[in-house]
């Protein structure tokens, strides 16, 4: 059964680059699926972010404009994201997940990063 | 962007209850949708795809239906570990969105 993994700071400074890691056990981040990043606000609801297929196609949620950047290190059987330029309202658990048909049928357990100086 | 409407945003019910949340998308997306579970502190855990398809390993008392713009999600009868938040979501154009969720608890 396919697990992922969240890494990454916990703590971001205003202004400044948000970096995830999601590391892909059980299954091959190869296989003919997309990967997606999802965050959740506290208290709030579910947000996508932007998906990566192994096609290389990606789409990204455009409310971030330009600020995000997801890829996949094949080597290391992850993918990643990036969000820049941050601000507090960007504060949030994030998610990785394997797309199957389209529904998103595994998740990693999520990682709450905060934005504060 | 498709606005995803879930109603209502919380519910009471008791163990062995029928419940029924729906799902309003503000466009057709055909049968483009999944609903989700999620507990406090706990990822989401898909439940339905595509409307009406049971995700493997989920209990039959869970069913969906739905198409175009209208879906619903039906609870046969509670279960004590059923009291979370469900999650609609729309998977039939990006940017996919989600619905604000809606919170089931104890009656």
């Known amino acids: 059964q396919v697990q992922l993994q969240e890494s990454g700071p916990g703590l971001v400074k205003p202004s400044g680059t948000l970096s995830l890691s999601c590391a892909v056990s059980?299954?091959?981040?190869?296989?003919?699926?997309?990967w997606s990043w999802v965050r959740q606000p506290p208290g709030k609801g579910l947000e996508w972010i932007g998906e990566i297929c192994h096609s290389g196609n990606i789409n990204h949620n455009p409310s971030h404009k330009s600020r995000v950047t997801i890829s996949i290190d094949k080597s290391k059987n992850q993918l990643s994201l990036e969000l820049n330029s941050v601000t507090a309202a960007d504060t949030a658990v994030y998610y990785c997940?394997?797309?199957?048909?389209?529904?998103?049928?595994?998740w990693g357990h999520g990682t709450l990063v905060s934005v504060s100086s | 962007d498709i606005q995803m409407t879930q109603s209502p945003s919380s519910v009471s019910a008791s163990v062995g209850d029928r419940v029924t949340i729906t799902c309003r998308a503000s466009q057709d997306i055909s049968t483009w949708l999944a609903w989700y579970q999620q507990k406090p502190g706990k990822a989401p855990k898909v439940l339905i795809y595509?409307?009406?398809i049971l995700q493997s390993g989920v209990p039959s008392r869970f069913s969906g239906s739905g198409s175009g713009t209208d879906f619903t999600l039906t609870i046969s009868s509670l279960q004590p570990e059923d009291f979370a938040t469900y999650h609609c979501?729309?998977?039939?154009?990006?940017?996919?969105?989600f619905g604000q969720g809606t919170k089931l608890e104890i009656k």
């Open positions: 979501q729309q998977a039939n154009s990006f940017p996919y969105t």
């Open positions: 595509a409307a009406s």
């Open positions: 059980y299954g091959s981040i190869n296989s003919r699926n997309c």
């Open positions: 997940a394997r797309v199957g048909e389209r529904e998103l049928d595994y």
